[in-house]
Nanobody, 127 residues
Framework: QVQLVESGGGLVQAGASLRLSCAAS????????MGWFRQAPGKEREFVAA????????DYADSVKGRFTISRDNAKNTVDLQIDSLKPEDTAVYYC????????????????????WGQGTQVTVSS
């Protein structure tokens, strides 16, 4: 079992920055790929960013490239998402996910590739 707890969300104005953090417990995350997804009202949960277990490679949704940065600190058992230049369309609940199936040093972009999820943190961006 892995527990994931997200934090750092809030209400901000367009153009602001936020740093979301995901703290894991139950297993050391250094062995597993992790990712961030988001879900806006009335929409499906969508991929945002992913990182390999080593942290050596990352991937981003086209809509966030250049503004979002995913990083991990395996010593602290955390993965963060730095969000810059926030836009109203970034408004959503942001979820952290971890894939505990061993599969090399890869990243994953589909929801069904992850098997544990956090409860989410709300990000609201006003225009």
């Amino acid at each position: 079992q892995v527990q994931l707890v997200e934090s750092g969300g809030g209400l901000v104005q367009a153009g602001a920055s936020l740093r979301l953090s995901c703290a894991a417990s139950g297993r050391p995350v250094r062995n597993y790929a992790m990712g961030w997804f988001r879900q806006a009202p009335g929409k499906e949960r969508e991929f945002v960013a992913a990182i390999t277990r080593s942290g050596g490679s990352t991937d981003y949704a086209d809509s966030v490239k250049g503004r979002f940065t995913i990083s991990r600190d395996n010593a602290k058992n955390t993965v963060d998402l730095q969000i810059d230049s926030l836009k109203p369309e970034d408004t959503a609940v942001y979820y952290c996910a971890i894939r505990t199936y061993y599969s090399g040093d890869n990243y994953y972009t589909r929801r069904d590739e992850y098997n544990y999820w956090g409860q989410g943190t709300q990000v609201t961006v006003s225009s």
